[in-house]
């Protein structure tokens, strides 16, 4: 059999067209490249806690192409200071630590205690002054604004035209907290296919945030006569009580977002639960008081304060007259 003779310049051309060939390849692969690379989060758009001397940054996400997030987990140190503002939204969360946080928004200054299982939401576009006094663990989870707006025109069917989200300090959310932990969890996988099972956690994130925490949640139902509180107005009023327990609180502050008035509210709200507002506010002190005195080592005046009692005087009374000890013996024996 006679093997077919190619002419050189057939060869030549050949040649050619594979190398051609070759490198537009490696043209989409650099462009691809750089279009992954020009989806990362932009970290010259958070507040730059990390480059704090007082951060001690554990790991974070940059590098794994996450566009629409960023978080890291981080120790934090006592520090002051002004941090700009960054177009994302910004969750925190408390691993573990306590610490007395200042916050100042808008001249607006705002005290909270922080600790374990505790969140805060900063909102975007507003510089903020904070001022924390004890070490603290936190992971810190950004979500990018596209992403919410996004999110927020599929909520709203492109009918709402700007988002408002309502900053918020020291509350509690476990539905929030473990989608910031499953998250944070995802940065030690290294399996296929963890970028899309992220970025839906990060949907999902943004979405509950959207919900409960913006001008996107639900109206509050205006005063009626049915003559009971709905689940939701319940619901508002325990939210309440656990974000802002640290703080003096009137029946006006209790009775916000029902959309009743006070003596009304108070009226539904024992006929509902068997309890006046007042009542359920001091169970939920003490049953916070108990928490940190048998889990954490915070002094006893700072459980005080953490849970709203004017002094460490008026809360060592409260609390040996309803649990049936002064608080340093309760501890004492929950810790034996």
């Known amino acids: ?18 190398f051609c060939a070759m490198s537009s390849a490696q043209n989409l692969l650099i462009e691809h490249e750089a279009d992954t690379a020009s989806n990362e989060f932009p970290l010259e758009e958070t507040h730059s806690f990390g480059d704090l001397e007082s951060c001690r940054t554990l790991r974070t996400s940059a590098g794994r192409n996450w566009g629409n997030i960023y978080i890291s987990k981080q120790i934090e140190d006592p520090n002051e200071g002004t941090f700009r503002a960054s177009p994302h939204l910004l969750v925190s969360l408390t691993r573990s630590g306590s610490t007395r946080l200042i916050c100042n928004v808008q001249s607006q200054e705002y005290k909270a205690y922080l600790h374990p299982g505790q969140l805060n939401i900063l909102a975007p576009n507003q510089p903020v002054r904070l001022k924390w006094d004890r070490r603290v663990h936190t992971t810190h989870l950004y979500l990018r604004n596209s992403l919410l707006s996004e999110i927020a025109g599929e909520m709203t069917q492109n009918r709402m035209t700007s988002i408002d989200v309502i900053g918020r300090l020291a509350f509690m959310d476990p539905l929030l907290e473990g989608l910031v932990t499953a998250i944070d969890d995802a940065m030690e996988l290294e399996l296929e296919g963890i970028q899309p099972y992220v970025e839906h956690l990060a949907r999902a994130a943004a979405c509950h945030v959207l919900r409960k925490y913006s001008n996107l949640r639900s109206p509050q139902p205006s005063e009626d006569t049915s003559g009971e509180l709905t689940k939701s107005q319940i619901a508002r009023f325990r939210e309440m009580v656990e974000s802002r327990m640290s703080q003096k609180l009137t029946l006006t502050d209790l009775a916000e977002g029902s959309g009743l008035s006070t003596g009304h509210f108070a009226h539904l709200f024992k006929q509902a ?3 006046t507002p007042y009542q359920y506010l001091l169970h939920s002190r003490i049953q916070r008081a108990r928490y940190l005195l048998a889990k954490t080592a915070m002094p006893v005046v700072r459980v005080a304060a953490e849970c709203g009692f004017s002094d460490h005087v008026h809360f060592t009374r409260v609390f040996s007259k309803t649990v049936g000890q002064p608080p340093a ?8």
């Open 1 to 18: 059999m006679t093997t077919p003779q190619v002419h050189p310049l057939a060869q030549e051309i050949s040649r050619q067209q594979s």
């Open 273 to 275: 639960t068997g309890t």
């Open 329 to 336: 013996t309760f501890r004492k024996l929950a810790i034996d």
